[in-house]
């Protein structure tokens, strides 16, 4: 098949034809003719608008090539949405490579991909005939009468008017009768959903421009005081700032929308609307003013003549190192390359805190991108990186599918953490190993940062196929913090409810908030207790969707669902026993918060979890209030200890370390350690050595041992052998395919038909097992691991096999409806 990726007007009426990527989970890529006359104007990357099933969609075309399929006829592109491409050709280059590898569809990372406003689907109208001359509708049932009637006055409803009409969701059997009937007719619209954002903007008339008109009219000013106070206020206001704002000048002026009326209406004042952006801009900075320590000036000569061998470099430096400090630098020299950089952090909890020390340094230049914008924001951030205005990109996980022009340089900071992958929907992509792929495309660097690397990564580096640079010295030579290890089982138990503060704890609290200084603490359940207990019988309310107990939310009232997000009314009356008595098992952030208030009633104590972070700026205000010493204690869970620097936090108390390390997982010793480890950096970063109190059961759990020295590389030692020795990661690859059906039976079924027809791989493959919660949203689950040789070759050829047999069984009628999920690198 010939591909070309352009074409010149001498192919005017030659007949042409395009793979479109649709947003849409289909298993290739669909193809449309290109009509003769739109040959000149179809490139790669453009939007265009295709028919497909009886819908519009608008998609993007992948590639364009001569020759014509030989099994169907293509129908043809209706239309082109943009004068230019919407993504160049190294965005769709990635787009396969990611469909490829993480075995999904190009339409499943154009639908995470690509601005929700810019995946436009057709609207259905509803056209009354104006050939249809029957007028008497006497013969039609009541509802299709009266949508009739309202169609001949009307001439074209919408679905969600003809809805409103006839008082029903369920119109589309009545809407058929109509068109069998030949009263009207279907036509499909394509929306444009983006809009450009309004402002009106006041300026003084031009005939009052001149300085001696102005005066004349202020010293002949004759009635209307308040007039003349808001045109002073103008005045003042346009001395003060560059431009005025209609709803600015009011507001400052405390004027009337009445006064200004008069004003304009005089032609002493012009209103003028104007397009403008819906995200602040900044002044432009265009120095860095940081002065490095010689261990970090040593670690950025080594990471910059590591990128003279190799374009991939793992920066191992402990915590409060000034990791930051280096990526800043770094970021200037590709600035003056002129080239664009990526700044990828796992949390959207980080980013407040980043961006303020990065604007700093760099003002303007700074885009964020995150989940937390509206889809009109996130197609200005779209433009302003696809056109190279946006030169530093600071973004979560989804910044990776932005489409960079000229991509210099990829900084991964905390690049062990299990954020970058994303579980839920497809695709299931880690942002890390994406970035190294799409690095490559620009011929880019990229620079991963960790104080705990994943072993993954560290591997490499002992492997040399990444570059390594280490930092062991905290800036300021602060000593790493001290760890204590408290036993809960030698603390007497009053209750039948888990310790959650203990007396040591309660203790070094008190001296700490007696010293000025503030505490962290930790626990990774959100929630107020992860379930409650009938005290009589022991029974335990669960989700009716999910088979997980419910957790108690105090605050809300409810008990909810955290795999689902079905909440539920708070439960007084046991159905098993009739009993009364209920008992909180364990405890969540929200019952912390409870307890530290009545233990240090005059501390200010504040959460930070998904319950209390909803809004776009939450966690930025409760990060500033926490910096500014308005808050004592902060309580939280992991976005509240990874990668941010508190200089005032002389205390870190972990109130169930157990919840850590006692997960049926290969990578649990590893997660914990780097956990704890993030945790205790948190403690200590300025001018003395922070403390550390782990509060725990099992004292004697062998990550306990390692972290209290801080030793990450005996850590890696001791997991690295056991992965070997039992072949995980890094030594193997691994996919896991989750099978799910709302009929338990058929689930199982499919799976071990699954594995029947993989019969080629079978010493490759474990299960099929249910996992240990085995019904999520009705839909129950069997699991299938499999682990594959790091041979190329070998896994594309599994992922063939796995593909094909997934094809085969949902041929049958009685397994369409079954799930399968393949997760390539799981978590």
């Not at 725990?696 to 001791?718: G, R």
Request: with cysteine.
């Amino acid at each position: 098949m010939a591909v070309q990726n352009s074409f010149s007007k001498e192919l005017y009426g030659e007949i042409l034809y395009a793979e479109v990527i649709v947003p849409l989970h289909v298993p290739k890529n669909y193809t449309w003719s290109i009509p003769p006359d739109l040959n000149d104007r179809v490139t790669i990357g453009i939007r265009v608008e295709v028919s497909l099933r009886n819908k519009k969609y608008a998609g993007i075309v992948q590639s364009i090539f001569s020759e014509k399929p030989a099994e169907f006829t293509p129908a043809p592109i209706l239309n082109i949405l943009d004068n230019e491409p919407l993504l160049y050709p190294q965005q769709l280059k990635l787009w396969q490579w990611m469909a490829q590898y993480y075995m999904c569809a190009e339409g499943d990372i154009m639908q995470a991909a690509v601005p929700a406003n810019f995946k436009l689907s057709s609207e259905s109208i509803l056209i009354w005939n104006d050939f249809f001359d029957d007028t008497d509708l006497s013969h039609l049932d009541e509802e299709e009468y009266l949508l009739a009637e309202a169609l001949s006055i009307k001439k074209e409803l919408r679905i969600n008017e003809i809805q409103k009409i006839l008082d029903s969701s369920h119109v589309y059997p009545i809407i058929k009768k109509l068109i069998e009937k030949n009263i009207c007719f279907i036509w499909e619209e394509l929306k444009q959903k983006y809009s450009v954002k309004k402002d009106t903007f006041i300026t003084l008339h031009p005939n009052l421009e001149n300085e001696k008109a102005l005066e004349a009219l202020l010293n002949n000013w004759g009635k209307a005081p308040k007039q003349l106070e808001l045109l002073l206020a103008y005045l003042h206001l346009k001395r003060t700032e560059q431009e005025v704002t209609q709803s600015n000048l009011l507001k400052k002026a405390t004027a009337s929308a009445a006064q200004l009326k008069g004003l304009l209406e005089k032609n002493i004042l012009v209103a003028e609307k104007r397009a403008v952006d819906r995200l602040p801009r900044l002044d432009s900075i265009s120095s860095v003013n940081i002065e490095l320590s010689e261990a970090q000036n040593i670690a950025l000569q080594s990471i910059e003549n590591s990128f003279q061998t190799n374009p991939n470099c793992l920066l191992h430096g402990v915590t409060s190192s000034g990791k930051t400090e280096i990526y800043i630098k770094l970021i200037e020299q590709y600035l003056q390359q002129d080239k664009q950089v990526l700044y990828m952090l796992p949390e959207i909890a980080l980013t407040a805190q980043i961006i303020n020390r990065l604007r700093k340094h760099f003002g303007a230049s700074i885009t964020i991108y995150h989940s937390k914008f509206s889809p009109n924001e996130r197609v200005e951030i779209w433009n302003k990186v696809k056109s190279g205005e946006a030169k530093i990109v600071l973004g979560a996980r989804s910044a990776i599918l932005l489409p960079f022009q000229d991509l210099g340089l990829i900084i991964v900071d905390e690049e062990h953490d299990t954020s970058y992958k994303q579980t839920e929907p497809t695709p299931r992509y880690n942002a890390r190993d994406t970035a190294l792929y799409y690095a490559t495309l620009f011929k880019a660097h990229v620079l991963l940062g960790s104080a705990t690397p994943s072993l993954e990564t560290f591997h490499n580096c002992e492997q040399k196929k990444y570059g390594y640079v280490y930092l062991g010295e905290r800036y300021g030579n602060v000593q790493m913090p001290n760890i204590q290890i408290l036993d809960l089982k030698s603390l007497p138990k009053e209750r039948e409810e888990r310790i959650i503060i203990s007396p040591l704890l309660k203790e070094k609290v008190e001296q700490v908030l007696q010293q000025g200084k503030q505490v962290i603490l930790f626990q990774n359940r959100r929630g107020y207790s992860p379930y409650i207990q009938c005290g009589t019988c022991g029974w335990i309310p669960e989700c009716k969707n999910c088979n997980v107990s419910l957790t108690h939310h105090k605050h809300k009232n409810k008990l909810s669902c955290h795999y689902c997000g079905t909440e539920y009314p708070l439960i007084y009356t046991c159905p098993a026993c009739g009993g009364h008595h209920f008992i909180q098992k364990n405890f969540g952030t929200e019952q912390i918060e409870e307890v530290v208030c009545e233990k240090f009633p005059e501390a200010h104590v504040g959460r930070m979890d998904l319950d209390s972070i909803r809004g776009k700026h939450d966690h930025e205000a409760i990060i500033q209030l926490f910096e500014k010493k308005k808050l004592d204690i902060l309580i939280g869970t992991q976005m509240v200890v990874k990668g941010l620097d508190f200089e005032n936090v002389q205390l870190v108390g972990v109130l169930d370390a157990d919840s850590i390390l006692n997960f049926a997982d290969f990578r649990v010793n590893e997660r914990a350690f780097q956990l704890l480890e993030q945790v205790s950096g948190r403690a200590g970063r300025r001018n003395e050595a922070g403390n550390v109190i782990i509060q725990v059961t099992n004292t004697h759990h062998p990550v306990l041992q390692f972290l209290v020295k801080h030793d990450y590389l005996s850590m890696y030692k001791y997991e690295i052998n056991n992965r070997k020795m039992f072949n995980y990661p890094p030594f193997v690859r691994l996919i896991q395919v989750f099978v799910k059906h709302k009929d338990k039976m058929v689930a199982e079924e499919a799976a071990n038909l699954l594995i029947e027809g993989l019969k080629y791989f079978k010493n490759n493959i474990t299960g099929p097992a249910e996992p240990v919660i085995n019904r999520i949203r009705n839909q129950y689950i069997w699991e299938i691991l499999i682990k594959l040789p790091k041979d190329a070759k070998i896994i594309h050829n599994f992922k063939l096999s796995l593909l094909q047999q997934v094809a085969y069984i949902q041929n049958f009628k009685k397994y369409r409806g079954v799930i399968f999920m393949p997760d390539v690198d799981p978590n």
